[in-house]
C-alpha cells in the first residue's frame, strides 16, 4: 500500500513540475526557441563514494534518447546528498555547449524531477572555427557530455585523423584526452587515429602495456594491441608464459594461444610428460584438435609411447580416441 502511494505522489510531483516548466516556457516568449529539450532526471546511490547515479532521458523533435552515468556529487551544486527526508532540489549544469536547468525532489539521497536544456547561442559558432560542425541535439550531447570549447581545441591541436563533432563526445565518454594520447606516444606509439584511441579506452589498452612489449622487443600496431586486449593476451600472462620457457613469441601466436586455450598449465602438463618445448604451431593444433595431456596418458596405457605432436595430432585427425 505504501509503495502504491508513493508511485502515485511521485506522477503527481512530476505532473505538477511539468506545469511549472509549461509556465516558464511561457514566460521566456520569443526565447524559447533556444530550448532544445526537455525531460526527466533521475539520482540514485552507486556504489563508489561521493559519486551518485544520475539519468537523462530527454524528448526532442519527437524522439527520446537516455544517458545515465556516474558523476561526482559536487557536481550538483546547492543539492545536500546527506539529507534523508525528503527535499524540494533545484540545481543547473552549466556547461560550454549550454544549461541543463533542473528541478524535482531528493529522499535519502535519490530522487527524480523535470529538466530543460538551453543551448549556449555562441556555442556551434566557436566550435565552427575548429573545425567542428554541429546541430542543436548533437549539441545537448555535447552539453551532457561536458565537451568544452577547450576540449575541442586540445583534440585538434592532437592531429588526430577522423576527429568530428560525434568522436569529440566518444572522447569523453570514454576518457580519451590528451594526457591519454601523450602517455602512448611516449610509450613508443605514434598513434593517431580517432577511432582507435576509442577502441583502445573501450578494450583496455594502456599505456603501461605498450611501454612492456615496446621493452620487450615487440612493436605492436593498433589492431594488434586491440586483439591482445580482446583475447587476454595481458603482460601479466606473458610472463607467466615465459616461465614455462616460453620467451619473446610472435603476437599474432599469442592470440592464437590465448583463442584456442594454450595456458601456463596446459604447457606444464605437456612438460611433465615429456613433451619440453613444443613449437607454438604445435602447441595450437593440439588444442585445436583436442590432444590434451589426459588424452596422452590414455594412449600410454594402452601401450601407445614415445608418440611425437604430430602423431598424436593425426590419431586425433583419424577419429582415434
Same mark, same amino acid.
Given at each position: 500500500?505504501?509503495?502504491?502511494?508513493?508511485? /502515485?505522489?511521485? /506522477?503527481?510531483?512530476?505532473?505538477?513540475?511539468?506545469? /511549472?516548466?509549461?509556465?516558464?516556457?511561457?514566460?521566456?516568449?520569443?526565447a524559447a526557441h533556444a530550448d532544445v529539450s526537455t525531460g526527466e532526471w533521475a539520482i540514485h546511490h552507486t556504489d563508489q563514494p561521493g559519486k551518485v547515479d544520475f539519468s537523462l532521458r530527454e524528448h526532442h523533435h519527437g524522439g527520446d534518447s537516455s544517458n545515465e552515468s556516474e558523476w561526482?556529487?559536487?557536481?550538483?551544486?546547492?543539492?545536500?546528498?546527506?539529507?534523508s527526508e525528503r527535499q524540494d532540489v533545484r540545481f543547473t549544469i552549466k556547461r560550454d555547449a549550454g544549461t541543463i536547468e533542473c528541478d524535482g525532489f531528493l529522499e535519502n539521497g535519490e530522487g527524480t524531477g523535470l529538466f530543460h536544456f538551453q543551448l549556449d547561442p555562441n556555442y556551434a559558432g566557436e566550435m565552427s572555427k575548429s573545425g567542428f560542425s554541429i546541430d542543436e541535439e548533437r549539441q545537448y550531447s555535447m552539453a551532457v557530455h561536458d565537451v568544452s570549447l577547450e576540449f575541442a581545441r586540445q583534440m585538434k591541436s592532437e592531429h588526430l585523423s577522423g576527429l568530428d563533432a560525434d568522436k569529440l563526445i566518444s572522447f569523453r565518454i570514454f576518457r580519451v584526452d590528451s594526457a591519454f594520447i601523450e602517455e602512448l606516444?611516449?610509450?613508443?606509439? %605514434?598513434?593517431?587515429?580517432?577511432?582507435?584511441? /576509442?577502441?583502445?579506452?573501450?578494450?583496455?589498452?594502456?599505456?603501461?602495456?605498450?611501454?612492456?612489449?615496446?621493452?620487450?622487443?615487440?612493436?605492436?600496431?593498433?589492431?594488434?594491441?586491440?586483439?591482445?586486449?580482446?583475447?587476454?593476451?595481458?603482460?601479466?600472462?606473458?610472463?607467466?608464459?615465459?616461465?614455462?620457457?616460453?620467451d619473446h613469441i610472435d603476437l599474432e601466436e599469442l592470440i592464437a594461444f590465448r583463442i584456442h586455450g594454450v595456458s601456463p598449465e596446459f604447457i606444464e602438463k605437456l612438460q611433465a610428460l615429456g613433451y619440453a618445448h613444443p613449437g607454438p604451431e604445435q602447441l595450437v593444433a593440439m588444442r585445436i584438435h %583436442?590432444?590434451?595431456?589426459?588424452?596422452?596418458?590414455?594412449?600410454?596405457?594402452?601401450?601407445?609411447?614415445?608418440?611425437s605432436i604430430d602423431q598424436l595430432v593425426n590419431l586425433r585427425i583419424q577419429g582415434i580416441d
Open positions: 500500500m505504501r509503495l502504491r502511494r508513493t508511485s /502515485v505522489f511521485l /506522477v503527481f510531483a512530476l505532473f505538477i513540475l511539468l506545469a /511549472v516548466f509549461q509556465g516558464r516556457a511561457a514566460q521566456a516568449g520569443g561526482p556529487m559536487r557536481a550538483f551544486s546547492g543539492v545536500d546528498f546527506s539529507k606516444r611516449g610509450a613508443g606509439l %605514434n598513434i593517431s587515429d580517432s577511432d582507435k584511441l /576509442v577502441a583502445f579506452r573501450i578494450h583496455g589498452v594502456t599505456p603501461q602495456m605498450v611501454r612492456f612489449l615496446h621493452q620487450a622487443g615487440y612493436s605492436p600496431n593498433e589492431d594488434t594491441l586491440v586483439a591482445m586486449r580482446i583475447h587476454g593476451a595481458t603482460p601479466e600472462w606473458m610472463e607467466e608464459l615465459k616461465k614455462q620457457g616460453y %583436442n590432444v590434451t595431456p589426459e588424452y596422452i596418458a590414455g594412449l600410454r596405457m594402452r601401450g601407445l609411447c614415445d608418440l
